[in-house]
């Protein structure tokens, strides 16, 4: 089986494509490289011993994206490739449209041309917006996104729907990922944010090892616990083989047709002190913070129903918080400057 990893040289990508390197698929890699490094490519082909083809392109150009579907014989996409900014997608909402919501339907085209059929797409937990009650479940309506990186997966789902409506052959699956943490346990592939990280692991990690003085803990007067917001971490591995285990979906249901959005989360809220306390445990060391006023847009809890994916997929998260914080900071203490070497 041959599988198109659009952005699979990202953060999330990397890891997937190393899950499916160990489940005998074979990847294509397509990606700009424009928040990445072919050196995760590299250090994924090193850990696999597997080669990883390569092509560095743009989801919006056609023209190279339609050279690929021709060069090799693709089963299945599964598309990472976006702008993932909240901040920065209100500050240049056009940019994030044009990459998220025009660059995925020049792939679907492409894709269409080429008669391959399954898709595999990272949504978000964003697409509930502020509408919904938690836990989230998949029978829910979309919401509001408070950012316009959110609605463009909003839009996304929107557009999977309608080409499902019109084209009986399409199979997609929505993945609805929660909150991302943590690195392989090699140590070898992690999340590497360029500049001043957005997301509170990357940014506890860098605190860890010197790089900022102390993490802002963004409020502690929210309606949780203990006042601080709580969101649903799960391991980067588990949510790489929950690709895995949506392409397996897929091949099980051969007459399948439509889209399926599945949440991929662990099914726990934990708050901003707790992660930074578990952080500290792992690590045996002090976290300097300090609490700053609440950040835009930020709502204060929410976690995934997770029984679909446990169902029908049968995947769990099962790394532990513990297992988390160790691999994060394996990852960070090993490559304090990501992949820069
Ligand atoms: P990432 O930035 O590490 O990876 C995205 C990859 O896509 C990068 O390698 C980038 O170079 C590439 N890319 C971006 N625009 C491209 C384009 N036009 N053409 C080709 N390649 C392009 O981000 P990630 O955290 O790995 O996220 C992967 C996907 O998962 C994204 O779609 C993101 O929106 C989604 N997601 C991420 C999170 C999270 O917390 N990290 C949560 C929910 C959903
Ligand atoms: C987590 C918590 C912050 C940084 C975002 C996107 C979401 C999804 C995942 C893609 C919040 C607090 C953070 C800091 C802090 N991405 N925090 N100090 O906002 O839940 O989700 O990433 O789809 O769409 O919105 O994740 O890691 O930014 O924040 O106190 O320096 O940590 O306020 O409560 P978030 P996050």
Redesign the pocket.
Known sequence: MQVLVTGGAGYIGSHTVLSLLENNVDVIVYDNLVNSSIESIDRVEKLTGKKVEFVEGDICDKEKLSRVFKQFSIDAVIHFAAL?A?GESAEIPLSYYQNNVHGTVCLLEVMQQHKVHNFIFSS???VYGEENNVPYVETMKLGT?S?P??AS?VMVERILADLALSDSKFRAVSLR????IGAHESGAIGEDPKGI?????P??AQVAVGKRDK?????DDYPTKDG????DYLHVMDLAQGHVAALDWLNRHPDFSGVEAFNLGTGNGVS?FA?VKAFEQAINKKIPFEV?P??V???PA?WANASKANKELNWQANRSLEQMMTDTWRWQSKNPNGFLI
Do not use: Q, W
């Open positions: 993932k909240v978000s937990a964003t996104p950012s990186y959110g997966k990922y929660f909150n991302p990280p957005n997301n509170l692991l940014y506890v993490l802002r803990i963004f409020g601080s917001c709580e969101r901003v992660i700053s609440r950040r847009g930020d709502l929410f």
